[in-house]
């Protein structure tokens, strides 16, 4: 995979939300490395509006593939991934507060996350 689609789409990436609520929906693989600080992370995820009008989804598609911890995705969603496992999935709220582009389409809208994490390789240490 090349690394400009190892990013989140431009869309979301140019969004930066601050506040952010997390439910979890499944149990995670216990056996599998929990995701944190360096670890290469595959993910399958659904953007929704506040309505559940669908913005975009991976689901079907190649997986969204990222470093944990080098803002490489949406701030809100880095932070609530930490600890999750392969297998697990949660619903991530990011709302309101916009920095970046105040023209952008999705400034000022709640927008939810539904996240599966496919698979989870540990950081590597030196």
């Not at 689901?59 to 932070?79: A, M």
């Amino acid at each position: 995979m090349c690394p400009s689609r190892a990013l989140i789409s431009p869309l979301l990436f140019s969004v930066l939300l601050f506040a952010l609520q997390a439910s979890a929906q499944t149990q995670p693989d216990a056996k599998a490395s929990p995701i944190e600080q360096g670890a290469v992370v595959h993910l399958e995820y659904t953007v929704m509006d506040d309505k559940g009008n669908v913005i975009e989804s991976h689901k079907g598609k190649d997986p969204l593939v990222y470093t944990q911890g080098r803002r490489q995705i949406v701030r809100g969603v880095e932070k609530a991934v930490v600890g999750m496992r392969r297998g697990e999935t949660k619903r991530v709220t990011v709302a309101k507060t916009v920095i970046l582009d105040f023209n952008h389409p999705l400034a000022g809208k709640t927008l939810n996350f539904d996240i599966k994490v496919l698979s989870v390789a540990p950081a590597k240490t030196n």
